[in-house]
């Protein structure tokens, strides 16, 4: 089954995603129970396991090192520790 998730919003991007039809009707049925669209579960879904944009990673780590007086390289470590933490690996 092929799941087409068209772009409503300025700076959204559409998506095409294959899945077996058993776990697209799985997903169908959890937005429906949660009011929510299947849109917004793949993206809370990629958020979770830490999926961010460059510029986001580059903000966070940013911040971290601004907040606990890390240099670059330090800071870089411990967002690539946290980000594979997150994704259990």
Not at 3 to 20: C, F, Q, V, Y
Request: charged letters at 25%.
């Amino acid at each position: 089954m092929l799941i087409h998730i068209s772009a409503i919003l300025p700076g959204m991007a559409r998506l095409t995603i294959g899945l077996p039809d058993e776990l697209h009707r799985a997903l169908k049925e959890a937005a429906a129970r949660r009011g929510r669209t299947i849109g917004d579960l793949v993206a809370e879904s990629l958020a979770f396991y830490g999926i961010k944009s460059g510029e986001t990673a580059r903000g966070l780590i940013d911040k971290a090192r601004a907040q606990a007086a890390l240099n670059e390289n330090e800071a870089l470590a411990i967002a690539q520790e946290e980000t594979r933490a997150v994704r259990g690996r």
